[in-house]
């Protein structure tokens, strides 16, 4: 857990040196103070299971296991990406975590997931679809459709809601009629839980009970996660009207930073060392270097590469 978190923070500070640098093609949406979240959900979930993320996508893929160099690549723009240079920080996809794509379109990978529970459990193998939304998501009407369909068809899918408190610029307050996204389950015949989102643990526990359940064939459930963002919604963005206080933002970082949060208690819990922590830290930091200096020496696509992938291939070629 505390290695995956680790990659994820470390990943997202070295894209906004990247950023700094001028050497991202476009901005980037990041993950820092919501690593326990993600890390948690997905370590709950097994390597052939199906996983969905949303805009903010760099630790969905990373917490689910995914190769640094490729994702790095990716977000440069270069043909060694997981997505050939195509997706870009925004849209994302790796099959070989069974992370099925993220979109900048708000709520767009929720019924993908759901789809993906539903041929899960028409192949009859005993896979979940993981399916990660914000708070502004969840009043989008696919999620309600999805989760309406998956409550009667029993789906193995779990609705995960990172509620980092803000839909861009909206807090939860204006943008929700309730004050948890999980009481809404209840209209769909399945469970919806609450979780403090920045203990890694107790949203590992709250998911797996989750995916439990799913590959009993029990059906659904909502898991809502209550987390915060230290960052602006884009790294870079600016926004006219202020609307939350930056005392705030530091009092998260000093307080409930997950990182720091789970490196605290395994000392206090004789799991791990300082000087291992240390030595852990160290370990991640070079293998993200590495990463950097691997997508910074990779080609960018050739032209022609543009009319790769336009459309599925005919039968004909595939045979």
Not at 149 to 167: H, Q, R, S
Not at 285 to 309: L, M
């Amino acid at each position: 857990m505390m290695r995956r978190m680790q990659r994820v923070r470390l990943f997202e500070e070295a894209t906004i040196a990247l950023f700094h640098a001028g050497e991202l093609p476009a901005m980037v949406h990041l993950s820092i103070g919501q690593e326990a979240a993600v890390v948690g959900a997905c370590l709950a979930t097994g390597n052939a299971d199906y996983m969905t993320g949303n805009h903010r996508s760099h630790g969905h893929p990373i917490a689910k296991g995914a190769n640094l160099d490729a994702l790095m690549a990716e977000l440069l723009g270069k043909a060694t990406g997981v997505c050939g240079g195509k997706g870009g920080s925004m849209h994302l996809a790796d099959f070989s975590v069974g992370s099925l794509g993220e979109s900048g379109i708000v709520g767009s990978a929720i019924p993908v997931a759901t789809g993906a529970g539903l041929a899960a459990q028409v192949r009859g193998t005993d896979q979940v679809a993981l399916c990660f939304f914000g708070d502004g998501a969840a009043s989008e009407g696919v999620l309600h459709e999805s989760m309406n369909m998956a409550g009667i068809w029993k789906l193995p899918v779990i609705y995960f809601c990172e509620n980092n408190g803000y839909a861009v610029s909206l807090t939860s307050e204006e943008s929700l009629s309730v004050p948890d996204v999980a009481t809404r389950a209840a209209g769909y015949s399945m469970p919806g839980t609450v979780v403090d989102g920045q203990d890694v643990l107790a949203v590992y526990r709250a998911t797996r009970e989750a995916v439990a359940r799913a590959r009993a064939g029990d059906g659904p459930s909502l898991v809502e996660a209550k987390t915060y963002r230290f960052h602006e919604h884009a790294y870079g963005l600016v926004v006219s009207r202020p609307y939350r206080d930056q005392s705030v933002v530091d009092t998260w970082f000093d307080t409930v930073d997950p990182v720091t949060l789970f490196h605290d208690r395994l000392i206090a819990w004789g799991v791990a060392t300082e000087e291992e922590l240390v030595a852990l830290h160290s370990s991640v930091k070079s293998e993200v270097d590495e990463a950097v200096e691997f997508a910074r020496r990779s080609p960018f696509p050739p032209p022609e590469a543009a009319y790769a992938d336009v459309y599925a291939p005919s039968p004909e070629e595939t045979r």
